[in-house]
Nanobody, 123 residues
């Protein structure tokens, strides 16, 4: 079992920044890829960014490329999502999720999920 807890969400003006954290406990976190997803009301959960377990390679959705950065600190069992130049359309509940080995963009590929943290970007 891997338990995930997100933090760092909040209210920010357009153009601002936030850093989300995903703290893991339980099984050895190092072998797990981590993905960040988001879900706005009335929409499906969508992939935002992912980071692999092995070489920390990363992958981003086109909508956030160049604005968001995912990173991990295995010593702290924590994955971060640095978000810059935020837009109102980034407003959503953000979830982190983990799965063994490699990044996937489909939510159904992930085994463990956090409870989510709200990000609201005002215009």
């Amino acid at each position: 079992q891997v338990q995930l807890v997100e933090s760092g969400g909040g209210l920010v003006q357009a153009g601002g920044s936030l850093r989300l954290s995903c703290a893991a406990s339980g099984r050895t976190f190092r072998r797990y890829a981590v993905g960040w997803f988001r879900q706005a009301p009335g929409t499906e959960r969508e992939f935002v960014a992912g980071i692999s377990w092995s070489d920390s390679s990363t992958y981003y959705a086109d909508s956030v490329k160049g604005r968001f950065t995912i990173s991990r600190d295995n010593a702290k069992n924590t994955v971060y999502l640095q978000m810059k130049s935020l837009k109102p359309e980034d407003t959503a509940v953000y979830y982190c999720a983990s799965k063994l080995l490699d990044i996937a963009t489909m939510a159904t590929s992930y085994t463990y999920w956090g409870q989510g943290t709200q990000v609201t970007v005002s215009s």
